[in-house]
């Protein structure tokens, strides 16, 4: 089992695992490990796949236009080890790289190189419908160990359908998002209040001298 955690773009700090292969990573809607259309642009549609093979796990660049990187290096295609770093594109996002035991929990795969846990962080985006897609037979997580996880999508194998667990989670950047959303709305309709009473008030004092002066 191959167990991935984002360190860097508009996902950071989702954790997916994969049992089986091939696993297919870009911005295209049928990638099984999905980036974000319009902000990790440093990410092909068709970036790369991952193969699970008798020896190990690869990665294997399918064309991508910024490259693929293993800890630093570009590569076509290399067999993966315990605590790489999958960099797509040159300063694009990093995913972190754990091989486990079929039968282990992600709780043997939670830390970074540091040793330190990693949890997933809200960050300053304002599209909830970030999607994580995974097929086959393999388990989506959305791993935080103090805080509960945001909302999670599931692709099933054999279809387009997508369901969605609307529970809000305290602490998911869903919730935190949403929040911030609601409070510049309100803060834009008392604006537009205060506007329309000084305006009215306005109206009244001008109508008010010219009654005083018409006298």
Request: aromatic residues 4%; hydrophobic residues 40%.
């Amino acid at each position: 089992m191959i167990v991935l955690q984002q360190l860097s773009g508009k996902h950071r700090g989702r954790r997916v695992q994969f049992d089986e292969g091939p696993v297919l990573i870009g911005r295209s809607p049928d990638a099984e490990l999905r980036f974000d259309p319009h902000v990790d642009i440093d990410v092909s549609a068709r970036h790369a796949v991952l193969e699970k093979r008798e020896d190990g796990w690869y990665v294997r660049d399918v064309g991508s236009r910024n490259g693929t990187f293993v800890s630093g290096r570009r590569v076509h295609e290399r067999r993966l080890s315990d605590r790489d770093e999958i960099e797509l594109g040159h300063g694009g996002p990093r995913l972190y790289v754990s091989l486990v035991a079929p039968k282990s929990s992600l709780a043997e795969a939670d830390t970074e190189p540091s040793g330190r846990t990693v949890e997933a962080q809200a960050m300053p985006a304002r599209d909830p419908e970030a999607t994580l897609a995974v097929s086959h037979e393999a388990d989506t997580v959305l791993a935080m160990p103090e805080r509960p996880a945001a909302p999670i999508e599931r692709r099933p194998p054999g279809g387009d359908e997508v369901t969605r667990d609307e529970t809000p989670r305290l602490g998911g950047r869903v919730v935190e998002d949403d929040a911030r959303d609601a409070l510049a709305r309100l803060e834009a309709a008392r604006r537009r209040e205060r506007l329309i009473l000084g305006a009215a008030l306005l109206a009244m004092a001008v109508a008010l001298v010219v009654v005083l002066f018409s006298r």
